[in-house]
């Protein structure tokens, strides 16, 4: 097996060596991101819907239609290639990824998601009507869930794989069955074809494999291992070669097919030896197949390499595209990506929206005050179609550059970051600093305007604040007498892949396209924080990286339960007297249990070095009769906060230690700058007073900083480009202690209330973290918080977008 890898320098110094030449002018609309990567789509665009994961394209090419399977509405789109536009868009239930066109193109078959069927379509002057369904089984709970799906026209028989219950099922046309299905080794993604119908390949996602399939003797007769996560596959017209993307590896592994076995792999990463991140899933052969496209959700970009020579593909360079690019296809010299988040991220100062997602609040519909458009973080991105004309030597080299000057990445930040002298945050990975000890307090699910938009020294709103400083003391405190961070964004979009950016600076493609499909109410699981292995991140999580390096560790609450640990590297390293997930228990009797076991392991010397420290009631239940009030839960949280930092600046090991304190995502609130805005605090010895840091922050940013503490590499390219957050801190150790305050709300104020707002808490679930459809639980907190009267705030601008200004641009 010959592995084909980039040399990622060289390519960028000869970009260097061309001007740019694309008529779209992407440069003129460059776009951050809140990560701190950048955007600068190439070609032309128009609008799809909420995360398009799939493309497809009939026989003769006249038609194209595309599934939008987010949070928000899901549809699917017809669209006519050649005019560049959407002729039809109908809204499904439910769907996910599996789209096929008939032969003679007059239907168009669709996954129906967790409903466990396959729509038809007919494709009838210009419109896609529903005509009839395939019924594979019982609706969701029932687990099966089509994804991928392949046509033999000539025999009229459907292949379906399914992600749920790992199976394969064949569908006879005629009759609209399907025969008794063929169990998978794990979650599947995609299948094709062989040209002669006799063989089915099919991506076993969640098994790292690619499985052939007899499809005259029904039965699996090969096994290919491939990389980490296969989803899409790409085929070569005479069969001979297939091209498997594999998520978690940056790669894409070239089967020969005739040899039943992997003889090339390619790097598709920006750089060789990347670690994790590229998020390759999407390929496209050019029209002569010389050319292979490859999307890399993550990086923002296609990557392009020539194919011409079998067994010796070569990286020839790369094209920009919008957010998340999860498909291609090649019609001519055009083509077609679909960007899953669109071409930016989005300020949501209306929050939630009543209106959004299908729901009304009765007594506001007609207001001409409210919102129309929906403002709930995971239905706020829509996708983006982007036509790119295939480029030629010269506008390739310029592609390339703008792809590198978007990517904060490199090989060199791996191992040295930007710092000052003196600072006890190290520049290089393996230097000892003057700070031992890290502590790291998860919380869940706030906004920065939400909390701090009233203090008057940062970038807040203060008519979005809901948990202000009465409610919030203890943090307020803290920004005023450590650092003030207004700038700070949170990776994830929700808790089920917030958690892992949070602990592992990245969420797999699995996470990403799968957790808006239970967000949204169509059935699913919570599959994050090591709870289905497919979802977890290559290499594992930051317990992984500790241990491997020998640094010591445990964990309190986070990815455990307090009786068991998801993942292995957490056994024998978590506490078995904190709570875990449980709005029952208070965030202040968390403080009591972990008080207790820290003082027992300070008095044998054996506090760990990294300690990760679950404390989630901000998230609050809502307005549930008797529970306590959002106030009482958030003031909880905010008092166990203050408590857990005062009792560490007053212990032996205050100089040597630092607190690292962030929420999660911040998917329950409204912000005026973005999104993915939320609070973070950083406390410790070596931390600065009474400063105000403006720099803009990530999640990876934190994780950075706490690695290099450590003294661990990035696990990932996200905090491996992370900037770290050495501004906060100081090289003069200052060992004042931090007093609490106490709370200003009552603890154990309950909802009492009979409403509207009142009768929907009740149906919340909140045995799980976010079981609950925030959407409504965010209308519910704003309206029995603020009062029916009160309207969100007007809109103040989209955050990041920062158009170059022409030169005949008046001063307006």
């Keep these: 097996m010959r592995k084909t890898i980039l040399f990622a320098c060289g390519l960028y110094l000869s970009a260097q060596a061309f001007s740019q030449t694309t008529t779209s002018g992407p440069e003129d609309n460059k776009v951050t991101l809140p990560n701190g990567w950048s955007l600068t789509p190439a070609g032309r ?149 062989s040209p002669n119908k006799k063989e089915l390949y099919i991506s076993c996602w969640g098994c790292d494999r690619v499985y052939v399939f007899d499809t005259e003797k029904k039965n699996v007769v090969a096994e290919i291992p491939v990389g980490d996560n296969p989803n899409e596959l790409c085929l070569t017209r005479n069969g001979k070669y297939l091209y498997v993307a594999n998520s978690n ?63 010796k593909g070569k990286s020839i360079g790369f094209v920009p595209t919008g957010w998340y690019p999860t498909n291609i296809k090649v019609i001519g ?85 930007t710092g000052e002298e003196g600072n006890p945050i190290p520049r290089k990975v393996g230097e000892q600093g003057p700070i031992k000890y890290v502590f790291y307090v998860i919380k869940e699910n706030r906004t920065y305007d939400q909390v701090l938009g009233d203090v008057k020294e940062g970038n807040g709103d203060p008519k979005l604040t809901l948990f202000g400083e009465k409610i919030t003391p203890n943090q307020h405190a803290l920004v005023k007498e450590f650092v003030l961070l207004d700038n700070f964004y949170v990776d994830g979009e929700v808790s089920m892949d917030g958690h892992n950016w949070t602990t592992g600076a990245y969420a797999t493609d699995y996470l990403e396209k799968n957790w808006v499909t239970s967000y949204g109410g169509r059935g699913g699981t919570y599959d994050g924080e090591g709870g289905r292995e497919i979802a977890n991140n290559k290499g594992g999580f930051i317990w992984d990286h500790c241990k491997r390096a020998g640094v010591s560790y445990r964990s309190y609450g986070e990815f455990t339960d307090g009786k068991k640990a998801s993942i292995s590297s957490l056994k024998g390293h978590f506490s078995t007297t904190y709570t875990g997930w449980n709005m029952n228990v208070k965030d202040t009797t968390r403080f009591y249990q972990w008080r207790k076991e820290f003082d027992s392991l300070l008095s044998v010397n054996a506090v760990p070095r990294f300690n990760t420290v679950r404390m989630g009631n901000d998230h609050t239940e809502g307005l549930r009769k008797g529970r306590p009030t959002p106030y009482a839960h958030v003031a909880d949280n905010d008092l166990a906060v203050g408590l857990f930092v005062e009792y560490l600046s007053k212990s032996p090991i205050w100089k040597e230690t630092a607190v690292f304190i962030i929420e999660d995502d911040a998917q329950n609130g409204a912000d005026h700058v973005d999104a993915h805005r939320s609070t973070a605090y950083v406390a410790g010895g070596f931390v600065k007073r009474g400063f105000v840091d403006h720099t803009m922050y990530s999640t990876s940013s934190m994780l950075r900083t706490i690695e290099l503490i450590l003294g661990i590499p990035p696990m990932t390219q996200y905090d491996a480009a992370a900037e770290p957050m050495w501004r906060c801190f100081t090289g003069k150790a200052n060992l004042g202690t931090f007093t609490a305050r106490a709370s200003q709300v009552d603890l154990m104020e309950k909802n009492t209330a009979m409403n509207e707002w009142q009768q929907r808490s009740e ?50």
């Design 45 to 193: 665009n128009f609008p799809l819907g909420d995360l398009p994961l799939n493309i497809a394209v009939s026989r003769s090419k006249k038609w194209m239609a595309v599934t939008n399977n987010g949070q928000s509405v899901q549809s699917i789109q017809l669209i006519d290639p050649v005019k560049e536009w959407v002729v039809d868009n109908v809204v499904v239930p439910k769907s996910w990824y599996g789209l096929h066109f008939s032969g003679d193109e007059k239907k168009l078959y669709v996954s129906g998601g967790n409903d466990n069927w396959i729509l038809e379509y007919a494709i009838e002057d210009k419109k896609l009507v529903l005509k009839d369904s395939i019924i594979l089984g019982k609706k969701w709970p029932n687990k099966i869930s089509p994804a991928g799906l392949a046509i033999d026209d000539e025999q009229q028989k459907m292949y379906v794989v399914s992600k749920e219950n790992n199976s394969l099922y064949i569908v006879d046309l005629k009759t609209k069955k399907a025969e008794q299905p063929f169990s998978l080794g794990g979650e599947a993604y995609s299948c094709l074809l």
């Design 333 to 417: 010299r055009k083509i077609f990506v679909s960007n899953g988040k669109g071409f930016s991220s989005r300020s949501n100062p209306y929050g939630p929206n009543p209106f959004g997602n299908n729901q009304e609040v009765l007594h506001h519909k007609g207001d001409p005050n409210i919102p129309k458009n929906v403002q709930y973080i995971a239905g706020l991105f829509q996708g983006t179609m982007s036509i790119i004309d295939e480029p030629n030597e010269k506008q390739l080299a310029a592609y390339s550059r703008m792809v590198y000057e978007n990517t904060p990445y490199n090989k060199s930040k791996e191992m040295t970051v």
């Design 249 to 311: 590896d940056n790669s894409v592994s070239v089967i020969n097919v005739a040899e039943r076995k992997v003889m090339e792999v390619l790097n598709a990463a920006l750089y060789p030896g990347a670690p994790s991140g590229s998020t390759t899933n999407g390929l496209a052969l050019s029209s002569n197949e010389k050319i292979l496209y490859i999307a890399n959700a993550d990086n923002n970009c296609l990557s392009v390499f020539d194919v011409s020579v079998p067994n």
């Design 763 to 812: 149906k919340f679930n909140l045995a799980k973290e976010d079981a609950v459809p925030d959407l409504e639980f965010n209308i519910v907190l704003w309206y029995g918080l603020k009062g029916d009267h009160v309207r969100f705030p007007g809109p103040k601008r989209a955050a990041f977008y920062k158009p170059i200004k022409k030169a005949d641009d008046d001063d307006d």
